[in-house]
């Protein structure tokens, strides 16, 4: 996949559509510093303008694979994008907290999650999937390490509280809070 060219399409149509959506997943976090490999593009996006949102996939080349309450995933033949609907209390305050930051030396500006809303998802992550731990506990001690001196503490506790890995809050904590 070109992903500038394909970041670039994607943006530009979902900021004239009014789409509400932050970046996620792999280029998020190498956004805030973490040196991380992706073959697909993740976003978050309002569930509510799903509705706007399939006519500006199919417009990009996509095609719709798969939805469900919770994601929709798209497809084209140089690669896919997932999405992840934002629709409870905590997804919609992640968007509602996205910054905009530069990609590819400053040629796109993009809208992501800060590292402690990207912390919360791979605490869910750790969760849902099991057999991705060793990837997303990377993630979240990267963006610790990185950020540890910046974070809001208190919202990732938040995060770990939510799934009950209080435990391991704690042990992280302890181990990045400083830095």
């Not at 080349?61 to 084209?76: A, D, M, P, T």
Request: hydrophobic residues 45%; negative net charge.
């Amino acid at each position: 996949m070109d992903f500038k060219t394909t970041l670039q399409q994607l943006i530009r149509a979902f900021d004239d559509a009014g789409i509400g959506y932050a970046l996620i997943g792999g280029f998020a976090v190498g956004l805030w510093g973490v040196a991380r490999g992706t073959v697909d593009l993740d976003f978050l996006v309002d569930r509510d303008d799903l509705p706007r949102l399939d006519p500006i996939m199919a417009q990009c080349g996509f095609s719709l694979v798969y939805r469900s309450e919770n994601v929709s995933q798209f497809s084209s033949p140089a690669g896919g994008v997932d999405f992840l609907h934002a629709f409870r209390r905590h997804s919609q305050e992640m968007l509602g907290r996205a910054v905009e930051r530069p990609l590819f030396a400053g040629a796109i500006r993009v809208r992501v999650l800060r590292p402690e809303d990207l912390i919360g998802l791979k605490v869910q992550a750790l969760v849902n999937d099991p057999d991705r731990t060793p990837f997303d506990r990377y993630d979240i001690e990267e963006l610790m390490r990185l950020h540890g001196a910046t974070l809001d503490w208190r919202l990732v506790e938040d995060y770990f509280d939510l799934f009950e890995m209080g435990e391991l809050f704690q042990e992280l904590r302890g181990k990045y809070a400083s830095q």
